[in-house]
T-cell receptor
């Protein structure tokens, strides 16, 4: 099946620093990738949709200047949390959608971000 | 995309079939039913999807009612490793638009 990887799997950083998370589709090309955030005991919340070669589309209430998304190739999207604060601590999950067919979305394993 | 309704939790005995229901009464003709599951602290895993015919793969079976207003995911022989949150989502397939919006899902607890 389609495989999506994320790096790093967990990261701890100090308040005010920026953190970059990578999302890769390993065995397929993904024109569209998605970024989700999940707080403890809650469901996944879609943050933004990322299309290769164009600007990301952010969901309502998500600050585009705080969560920078780059989708420079068909297999790589990055999420940068800028000037992270403790309230940004969360589980960040990316997803990549196959092109053609049923356009199924496959998810990465997630990145646990802890901001001290 | 249409909204879905699932029971918040279910229990199942190990080795028995787990039947997870989902209501999607406002589903449109071009929307598929997708099922994903999330095991604790992992990313969601794709299970199966269907339009109107029943579907089966190595993981599960999907039964969709004739009016398409509800469906049931069946795990034929549940194991302890099937304990997870199961999400039923409807979305237009064969499209470059549309996105998966997650509800609260059903927490399935498989017990020995």
């Amino acid at each position: 099946g389609a495989v999506v990887s994320q790096h790093p799997s967990r990261v701890i950083c100090k308040s005010g620093t920026s953190v970059k998370i990578e999302c890769r589709s390993l065995d397929f090309q993904a024109t569209t990738m998605f970024w989700y955030r999940q707080f403890p005991k809650q469901s996944l919340m879609l943050m933004a949709t990322s299309n290769e070669g164009s600007k990301a589309t952010y969901e309502q209430g998500v600050e585009k200047d705080k969560f920078l998304i780059n989708h420079a190739s068909l297999t790589l999207s990055t999420l940068t949390v800028t000037s992270a604060h403790p309230e940004d601590s969360s589980f960040y999950i990316c997803s990549a959608r196959t092109s053609g067919g049923y356009n199924t979305q496959y998810f990465g394993p997630g990145t646990r971000l802890t901001v001290l | 995309d249409a909204k879905t309704t699932q029971p918040p939790s279910m229990d199942c005995a190990e080795g028995r079939a787990a039947n997870l229901p989902c209501n999607h009464s406002t589903i449109s003709g071009n929307e598929y039913v997708y099922w994903y599951r999330q095991i604790h602290s992992q990313g969601p895993q794709y299970i199966i999807h269907g339009l109107k015919n029943n579907e089966t793969n190595e993981m599960a079976s999907l039964i969709i009612t004739e009016d398409r207003k509800s469906s049931t995911l069946i795990l034929p022989h549940a194991t302890l490793r099937d304990t997870a949150v199961y999400y039923c989502i409807v979305r237009v397939a064969n499209s470059n638009t549309g996105k998966l919006i997650f509800g609260q899902g059903t927490t399935l607890q498989v017990k020995p």
